[in-house]
């Protein structure tokens, strides 16, 4: 579940490179099953923040 004020998603591959986009979120999940097994960088920008944690990608 994304947190409230949520405006922006982006997941990273280990290279940088953006594997998942979304933009003026309305939902509180966003769909990754096409994101392959594997670790990746989550940031979030919450009411203009930007917040990056590593996450786990395992279906």
């Known amino acids: ?8 998603v982006r997941i990273l ?8 986009e979304q933009h003026s979120l309305t939902a509180e ?6 994101v392959p097994n594997g ?3 989550l940031r979030l920008v919450i009411e203009g923040k930007t917040h990056t944690q590593r ?5």
């Open 1 to 8: 579940m994304l947190p409230a004020g949520t405006t922006q």
């Open 13 to 20: 591959n280990s290279q940088g490179r953006v594997v998942v």
């Open 29 to 34: 999940q966003f769909n990754v099953e096409n």
């Open 39 to 41: 670790l990746y960088q």
């Open 55 to 59: 996450i786990q990608i395992k279906h």
